[in-house]
């Protein structure tokens, strides 16, 4: 079982910028397509963004585009969400997600896409 494991989140006020980041360890994630999701309390869990294992294509949601970047360092099997502009409405846990084996240019945005969570990180939006 491949455990995630997200970091940088965190408390930040409206129309600031903040940083979280997801580690994948194993050989694999260079082969391994990567997506952020989150889910607000009282809410289902939603998908943010996902970035492909080659050439490193991107899908946002909605709600994410413009304002969210998703990029990924393979020499760090590491994948990050910088995330700018924030809205209360951003307030969530976000959760990195990851699988191996899809094709070089896939962009997942179903959970059931995933095989690989983590815990998820705290991020909170003040007004």
């Known amino acids: 079982q491949v455990q995630l494991v997200e970091s940088g989140g965190g408390l930040v006020q409206v129309g600031g910028s903040l940083r979280v980041s997801c580690v994948a360890p194993?050989?694999?994630?260079?082969?391994?397509?990567m997506g952020w999701f989150r889910q607000a309390p009282g809410k289902e869990r939603e998908f943010v963004a996902t970035i492909s294992w080659s050439h490193g294509r991107t899908f946002y949601a909605d709600s994410a585009k413009g304002r969210f970047t998703i990029s990924r360092d393979n020499a760090k099997n590491t994948v990050y969400l910088q995330m700018n502009s924030l809205k209360p409405e951003d307030t969530a846990v976000y959760f990195c997600a990851g699988v191996y084996g899809s094709s070089k240019d896939s962009v997942l945005h179903e959970e059931y896409d995933y095989d690989y969570w983590g815990q998820g990180t705290q991020v909170t939006v003040s007004s």
């Open positions: 194993g050989r694999t994630f260079s082969r391994t397509t």
